[in-house]
């Protein structure tokens, strides 16, 4: 079973046996974002859409259990934590970035970015958020051109910050709707592919996607294959290949193995030229 999300409005169960629709939600309005929690705690799917509210959908009751009231206009992304069924994050068009706990829907858990000076967490529409597999750290992407990764455990200021877009790229700071949302990956603590945790964002103002490491906010590589915006990523850890789609309706696979491994042996022997003592002292 998995789930989309749609302009037309709806979120669809499919069946991915039969490959034939199971059920829609009809939320009335355009919708950008959905996610199901990976915990399998409870049947609810999150949709940000073209609301400031957040809607859960219920798969077992099939109906809305419960509508968070989020942003100041529309709620572009959505992602639950991991390790705690019941904590959400959601990002909008007024670049406000909140941690939620749905058990308590009078009020979010927190804002990310200083509060006390009212800084949000993005110049602009964050459209685009992804935990770490440990649920300790939040990626945010945003129409700012920068990707953002924070600590839910600190979130006043991020720990990483990653330019995305082109340098001669103007930030997109207004709250104009835009439906250009993103779907970025991240490869898992036991893949085994690399020691470093990778980040793949799609980049929606190039062709691009960026491969980060997510502790650093190094650039490792940029991989160009599609001929318009690339808009989504996705991660399959047992083969080592990376998934992308795009607005020239292409999906690419790309084989990252021998990216990530060449990636960790130019990292190890910086380290252990960094190590060996200068003769010349």
Known sequence: ?????????????????????????????????????PTGAHAL???????????????RSGAFAQSLLAHESASMAVDWSPVDAYMLASG????RLQLWDIRQAGSHVCDFGNSESN???HDGSINGLLFTDDGQRLVSAGLDHCA????TASPQTPTVEIQTGAENDKPRTSTTLSTKTVEMALTTATDGTTSTKV??????????????????GEVITRLDAHFASVTCAAWRPSFGELYTGGADSNVVAWSMREVLDSTQAALRTNAWSDSEPDDNV
């Open 119 to 121: 800084t949000c967490a």
């Open 199 to 216: 980040l793949f964002i799609p980049s929606t103002s190039t062709c691009e996607v960026l491969v980060v490491d997510v502790c650093t």
């Open 1 to 37: 079973m998995f789930s989309t999300a749609s302009l037309d409005h709806t979120v669809k169960i499919w069946d991915a046996h039969a490959m034939t629709e199971a059920s829609q939600f009809d939320l009335e309005c355009r919708v950008f974002s959905q996610k199901m929690s």
């Open 148 to 151: 953002r990764v924070w600590n």
């Open 92 to 95: 909008g068009t007024d670049g």
């Open 45 to 59: 799917i999150a949709a940000g859409c073209e609301s400031p509210y957040i809607r859960l959908c219920d798969l």
